[in-house]
């Protein structure tokens, strides 16, 4: 059995081990907002927060998590409200919209352990996250105006 | 688990196909003003059988709420929002109390099939009315529920008045009364002036905005039904192959897994059967996957399995050597080639390119006592009703298809197999499946953009100007797909920024070769108006660097003055996607001005440091007009960067202003991908690449940080606007490469060749 404490709710999951956290995530909790794009940590459609740091939920172990706080797109604000969201709704980023929450999820993370970030760290960041639709210099305006407006 | 752990779930009870009206105290608006003349015409191929079918389009909830059905499916085009758009403001509904709900496959919509840039052109107008009518209906009710002329109401932002005495109603007041108002006939509709227009033509933000913020946005995967077991498929991994024999001892180990099935062979044309292979069916994703990697299987790839796409380029490259068939002669081209002063000739290819949505194929089935109901994330649900049905042996009636937000498409979730897919093994197993490809499935079994070869000739006299111009173009048909062996492009492909070329030369010849298709080929955002595209734009700068011309005014003048394109010499008509060249002829005035624009923009001529440049390029495609500037720097050791990138856009009328925008970013982003990473090759007929590291598409830091776009303002008929931003991507960047390096980039993706 692996505790898990997922958007601050205790869960118990008795499944295999070595299951990535993103499949814990979408077919046992219903917790759907992580997408699936490509399961190898290349496109960070998955991305989550576990203790903190922005991580790719396809290529953890569910184990690996055990006991540290992971936090999903649905809780990472309790109604869609933190600054990144309202940024990005301000400025119409999605088209799709599926690779987006993941692009929230690496952006919180990046903020909150840089909340200045240049153009360079920002590419660093963010270019894990892929984008099929294109909405890359959408991304940086929305970044770029919540870290503009805290620093 | 606590409810604050709960994923929506889909709103699977929200079934919006009611014939009748007035169930369950909601009105819904059947109207016959779409006769088939009317609404249908436009439509090849979708023929009406039942012009008193009921069109849910609009329905009123007890409180007044504006349902809105959307019949076309949202990939990030944003079509939920603008079909609203459309005919909440011909209806004077408020935006608040507009709802937009998605509408089930069903041929009484008309054309669902999503693609070809078409959604606004197609129903523009016929939404427009249909809107109009309610709004109309509205005033009646009124006038009745006052004792009243209709005449003296008049229907604002939810509300109807009584002109005269001031007295008002919400929308809400008259549901019951709308019930028996009868429908105005096709002439007595009155649309709105353009100056009235209150959601038309502004760039209002998504519908679905917050869903897709929050995580609560339903995609294919998405859906959740009771009881769901999910399916992964090993699929052959050369077109048309199939199992020769397999052993499932190791998958069925393994904990979750369930059951072992194969999928029949198909047999040519493909068309959108699925590709067989053997599913493995477990309670759980991750079981799935690891089961389907425990299947020994032992494939004979059959027909296609010594297809090299490198031996098979060079064969395209001397087939486009030859003379081929000819298209459009204009002149007489071999005079005029050998009447210049100076000779260009060039080789251009474009390799199979992958659409790599961001969400991979995905569907799901159960069947039901009458027949059995889809989940998918579908570009044309009627398709899906069709293949399902041909799969499962039911009739299409019997298929109901529920679409689903769209993660990304570009063409390839217009065909159906994975839909099909998911019932089949829904009808085996007796469960409820939910049917998941992972990438590596998605990159190796797509319907591949075509690959192609062409050779442009041009002769241009003592004055640099053209004399004569001759391009021929060999690639596969996506026709093999429907019709096993075609070797012809068909006259459709040929028209995408081919036969259509706009350049205006006194001496003019298109030839086209013949090429065998060994993948399935389909469409992928702009389809050959990509590799056309490419080669003419960076041909035409190839001529101007030779007239030593600036590029831009050499461009405008092979494009020559401004007039509507006639299309002499053809061999057979030009099809114009579907549209008379009455209604949107090809005005190369239009081109010429978004050139102007865009250059404008980027202030054309200025000059730059070394290895700094400025490229251009324009097309027409979907009836649409873009131009595109690129300003890139290569580094002494060929790194590109890209600071900026303008376009104009001219679409004639648009409806949402800021979706243009984000489209056309986006589309130049999609060419950049294109230009840069993308090339599917195959070897023993089995494609190599797998996975996003493999089949690289651009990512932020090699992404223009700023894509400034212009849409010209224009009442002319709504064009497309999902694909022509494509095109001119790849050879306005690959003219600036020329800018910057004076180096030609002929062949994609441009991969390694600036490294030093
Ligand atoms: S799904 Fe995890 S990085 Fe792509
Ligand atoms: S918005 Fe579609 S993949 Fe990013």
């Known amino acids: 059995m692996i505790n898990l404490n997922i958007n601050g709710q205790s869960i118990e999951y008795m499944g295999d081990p070595q299951t990535p956290l993103l499949w814990v995530l979408r077919d046992e909790l219903d917790l759907t907002g992580t997408k699936y794009g490509c399961g190898i940590a290349q496109c960070g459609a998955c991305t989550v927060h576990v203790n903190g740091t922005a991580q790719r939920a396809c290529a953890l172990p569910v184990a690996a998590a055990e006991n540290q706080p992971i936090v999903t797109i649905e809780g990472l604000s309790v109604d869609g409200d933190h600054p990144l969201q309202t940024a990005w709704k301000d400025i119409q980023v999605p088209q799709c919209g599926f690779c987006q929450p993941g692009q929230i999820m690496q952006a919180a993370a990046l903020l909150a352990s840089n909340a200045g970030p240049t153009d360079a760290e920002i590419d660093t960041a963010m270019s894990g996250n892929i984008c099929r639709c294109g909405t890359y210099p959408r991304i940086r305006a929305a970044i770029k105006s919540v870290a503009g407006a805290s620093s | 688990m606590s409810d604050s752990l709960q994923a929506p779930v889909f709103d699977i009870s929200r079934r919006r196909f009611i014939k009748a009206v007035g169930v369950g105290g909601v009105f819904a608006v059947s109207t016959q003003l779409l006769s088939p003349t009317h609404v249908f015409a436009a439509i090849g191929g979708t023929s009406l059988t039942t012009s008193q079918a009921v069109n849910l389009f609009v329905a009123l909830t007890k409180d007044g709420t504006v349902e809105i059905t959307c019949h076309r499916s949202d990939m990030g085009q944003h079509i939920r929002t603008a079909i609203g758009q459309i005919i909440a403001d011909e209806m004077e509904a408020d ?23 078409r959604s606004i052109r197609y129903n523009f107008d016929r939404l427009r009315r249909l809107g109009a009518s309610v709004r109309q209906m509205l005033a009646v009710a009124g006038g009745q529920h006052w004792g009243v002329p209709a005449g003296e109401c008049v229907v604002a932002n939810h509300k109807i008045s009584h002109t005269k005495t001031g007295r008002q109603l919400d929308f809400q007041d008259v549901v019951n009364r709308l019930m028996t108002v009868e429908i105005p006939q096709d002439a007595a509709i009155t649309l709105k002036a353009r100056d009235q227009w209150r959601y038309i033509n502004t760039g209002m933000a998504s519908v679905d905005m917050d869903d897709l913020i929050n995580g609560r946005a339903v995609f294919g995967a998405d859906v959740r039904l009771a009881d769901t077991k999910v399916a992964v498929v090993a699929r052959p991994p050369v077109v048309l192959g199939k199992v020769k024999s397999f052993d499932a001892s190791a998958a ?58 490198r031996e098979y380029q060079q064969r395209l490259e001397q087939k486009a050597r030859e003379p081929g068939r000819v298209i459009r002669s204009q002149g007489d081209i071999n005079a005029g080639l050998a009447a210049a002063t100076t000779r260009l000739d060039a080789e251009y290819y474009v390799p199979h390119l992958s659409h790599a949505p961001m969400e991979p194929p995905v569907a799901t089935a159960r069947m039901t006592s009458t027949g059995v109901q889809v989940w998918a994330a579908t570009q044309n649900p009627q398709a899906d009703q069709a293949e399902v049905s041909r799969m499962l042996g039911l009739q299409p009636a019997q298929v109901e298809v529920h679409v689903t937000l769209l993660g990304g ?4 979730k217009s065909k159906p197999d994975f839909s099909s897919e998911a019932a089949y093994l829904a009808q085996q197993s007796g469960f409820t499946i939910r049917l998941q490809w992972t990438r590596e499935d998605d990159i190796q079994h797509d319907f591949y953009h075509t690959v192609s070869a062409q050779k442009l000739s041009a002769g241009l006299d003592d004055q640099g100007k053209i004399l004569a111009f001759r391009h021929r173009t060999v690639f596969p048909s996506i026709g093999a797909l429907f019709s096993a062996g075609t070797t012809n492009p068909s006259a459709g492909e040929l028209s995408q920024g081919f036969s259509d070329s706009p350049i205006s030369a006194p001496n003019l010849q298109l030839e086209v070769g013949e090429a065998q298709a060994h993948v399935r080929i389909g469409w992928l955002r702009s389809v050959n108006n990509i590799h056309h595209c490419f080669a003419i734009q960076s041909f035409i700068a190839e001529m101007a660097a030779a007239a030593q011309r600036d590029p831009k005014d050499y461009l405008l003048e092979v494009i020559g003055p401004a007039r509507l394109l006639e299309f002499e010499g053809m061999s057979e008509p030009y099809p114009n996607y579907g549209e008379t060249l009455t209604r949107y002829p090809y005005d190369t005035g239009r081109l010429a001005h978004v050139i102007r624009l865009a250059a404008a923009s980027a202030g054309w001529g200025r000059t730059l440091p070394r290895g700094s440049g400025l490229g251009i390029a324009a097309h027409r495609s979907f009836l649409t007009y873009v131009a595109t500037v690129v300003e890139l720097n290569v580094s002494s050791s060929g790194e590109l960067t890209i600071p900026k990138v303008w376009m104009a856009i001219d679409a004639g009328t648009v409806v949402n202003t800021d979706t243009v925008v984000n489209q056309c970013q986006g589309g130049a982003v999609f060419g950049l991908s294109c230009a840069l990473h993308a090339g599917i090759t195959l070897q023993n007929g089995a494609v190599e690449q797998t996975n996003y590291h493999d089949y690289a598409v651009s990512r932020m830091n090699e992404a223009p940080p700023i894509i400034e776009v212009q849409v010209v303002a224009s009442d002319a008929l709504p064009a497309g606007v999902g694909e022509p931003p494509t095109p001119p991507f790849a050879p306005a960047l690959c003219n600036a490469i020329y800018a910057a390096t004076g180096k030609r980039i002929r062949q994609l993706p441009i991969g390694n060749q600036l490294r030093t």
């Open chain 2, 95 to 117: 935006w608040e109390r507009v709802r937009i709900v998605q509408a089930l496959g069903d041929p009484r919509y008309g054309d669902q099939n999503t693609d070809g840039s």
């Open chain 2, 252 to 309: 069925l180990a393994i904990p979750g897994v369930l059951k072992v099935i194969a999928i029949p062979v198909p047999t040519a044309p493909l068309v959108y059967q699925p590709l067989g292979g053997i599913a493995v069916i477990a309670t759980n994703t991750w079981a799935a996957i690891q089961g389907r990697n425990a299947l020994k299987i032992i494939w004979d790839s059959g027909v296609n399995g010594s297809y090299d796409s």
């Open chain 2, 409 to 412: 498409a570009f063409g390839r």
